[in-house]
T-cell receptor, first 114, second 112 residues
Framework: DAEITQSPRHKITETGRQVTLACHQT?????MFWYRQDLGHGLRLIHY???????NKGEVSDGYSVSRSNTEDLPLTLESAASSQTSVYFCASSESGRASYEQYFGPGTRLTVT | SQQGEEDPQALSIQEGENATMNCSYK?????LQWYRQNSGRGLVHLILIRSNEREKHSGRLRVTLDTSKKSSSLLITASRAADTASYFCATDANAAGNKLTFGGGTRVLVKP
């Protein structure tokens, strides 16, 4: 069965370190998204991609970067981790085209920056 | 900024009762979607309603959309303990982009 996976599921890192969160989907979806979820804010969009070599900034992109070298993967990098980036991170994917489609979410990565 | 705002923020009901939650949004949309999130898990898509639709059903779920009031409601009928979760509305302003803006969610507790 197709799925979307994230790794690691839990990560503790120190302020100033570079961290990369992995997202891998086997749906063959062109669209991929990264969100962060914090209490009181719901999910906020960090970056998104509509296909290989395409990346776009979302609502809260400062301090984050993504790259899309293939259809299956969209890794999220925190260039220099800050305590404000302690959060739960979700990756999602969806079909692309003229219609609107549901998004399929991964299980999330809980990141703690100390 | 959040496009959708859910109301209430939390809801506690007995098994068998109906649960209703509302979502208000600010700008024009192409469609509105509802998602469920069980504790510690990712979001799961429940239902999508397009801007030209007023009501949609899926099993025990009923969603309404009033674009003139920029609001939507999700009704869960005959609730079960397994319905305990957080429910989020998400708006899609641009069909081609499929970029969603989520509200803060409603936490629903169904007591057995």
């Amino acid at each position: 069965d197709a799925e979307i996976t994230q790794s690691p599921r839990h990560k503790i890192t120190e302020t100033g370190r570079q961290v990369t969160l992995a997202c891998h989907q086997t749906w063959n979806h062109n669209n991929m998204f990264w969100y962060r979820q914090d209490l009181g804010h719901g999910l906020r969009l960090i970056h998104y991609s509509y296909g290989v070599q395409d990346t776009n900034k979302g609502e809260v992109s400062d301090g984050y970067s993504v790259s899309r070298s293939n259809t299956e993967d969209l890794p999220l990098t925190l260039e220099s981790a800050a305590s404000s980036q302690t959060s739960v991170y979700f990756c999602a994917s969806s079909e692309s085209g003229r219609a609107s489609y549901e998004q399929y979410f991964g299980p999330g990565t809980r990141l703690t920056v100390t | 900024s959040q496009q959708g705002e859910e109301d209430p923020q939390a809801l506690s009901i007995q098994e068998g009762e109906n649960a209703t939650m509302n979502c208000s949004y600010k700008t024009s949309i192409n469609n509105l979607q509802w998602y469920r999130q069980n504790s510690g898990r990712g979001l799961v898509h429940l239902i999508l309603i397009r801007s030209n639709e007023r009501e949609k059903h899926s099993g025990r779920l009923r969603v309404t959309l009033d674009t003139s009031k920029k609001s939507s409601s999700l009704l869960i009928t005959a609730s079960r303990a397994a319905d305990t979760a957080s429910y989020f509305c998400a708006t899609d302003a641009n069909a081609a982009g499929n970029k969603l803006t989520f509200g803060g969610g409603t936490r629903v507790l169904v007591k057995p």
